[in-house]
């Protein structure tokens, strides 16, 4: 699948954002290293700190989909109110326990900027191999 079809599941994922507080709509998309895509939208809650971000809830997409597909080859990660849109710390945490490769995110051109997961966007992390 193309890097642009997959941007283009978190588009569609966005849509769907339930975001009335922050009003910052949320798409992600997963690609699993068997090809399959898995979406998720940010969703808010009226207790604030609940919100769960649009990453996390494409890597519950994910685990819940197939037990046996849980490598995450790339993430791309897009929103109407800000691009580049870079997952959050947390998020982070998340996409790491699952491989991710790499980060894919708008440059605010038009076009895509592909990261490295383990050099620029979680360097030096945690994750299940060390315990
Ligand atoms: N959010 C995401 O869903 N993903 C990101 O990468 C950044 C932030 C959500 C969380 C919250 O619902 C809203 O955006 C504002 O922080």
């Known amino acids: 699948m193309e890097l642009d079809e997959i941007m283009d599941a978190a588009r ?3 849509k769907n954002a339930y975001a009335p507080y922050s009003e910052f709509h949320v798409g992600a998309a997963i690609l699993t290293e068997s090809g399959a895509v898995h979406a998720g939208c940010n969703v808010e809650n009226a207790s604030y700190g ?6 996390r809830n494409a890597a519950a997409a994910m685990a819940l989909a197939d037990p046996d597909d849980r490598e995450i080859r ?4 897009h929103s ?6 870079f997952p959050c710390g947390a998020c ?16 605010g051109n038009g076009g895509l900027r592909r990261l490295s997961f383990e050099r620029d966007i979680l360097p030096n992390s945690f994750g299940p191999e060390a315990l």
Do not use: T, W, Y
């Open 12 to 14: 569609e994922a966005a």
């Open 50 to 55: 609940l919100a769960i971000c649009a990453e």
């Open 74 to 77: 790339l993430v791309a990660v």
């Open 80 to 85: 109407p109110g800000a691009a580049p849109c």
């Open 92 to 107: 982070r945490q998340v996409l790491r326990e699952f491989g991710c490769e790499e980060v894919v995110v708008e440059d």
